[in-house]
């Protein structure tokens, strides 16, 4: 299992959507890689907001939007297996 829990945010990140809800900084599943020449849109979108833990299987292609800022972006991510 795999995550992402947003600590904290610049307002570039919190600012809103684009296409297909995907705004700067959402994290999306579903979109394969580029080098595999398959144009899909995200079957899911996860906006990010301070606090959220987004919890996933590993195996799901997941990626995040880009965006710029000159504020801090602080994301805690982790995997985790069964013992």
């Known amino acids: 299992m795999s995550s992402a829990l947003y600590v904290a945010l ?5 600012a809103g959507t684009g296409d297909e809800g995907a705004g700067p900084g959402a994290l999306t599943f579903g979109v394969p890689d580029r080098e595999l020449g398959i144009d ?3 079957r899911r979108v996860e906006t990010p907001v ?14 995040t939007m880009p ?6 972006r602080v994301t805690v991510a982790f995997d985790a297996a069964p013992a």
């Open 10 to 14: 610049p307002p570039e990140v919190s």
């Open 40 to 42: 899909l849109p995200p």
């Open 50 to 63: 301070v606090g959220r833990l987004v919890l996933f299987p590993s195996y799901f292609w997941h990626g």
């Open 67 to 72: 965006f710029e800022s000159e504020d801090y």
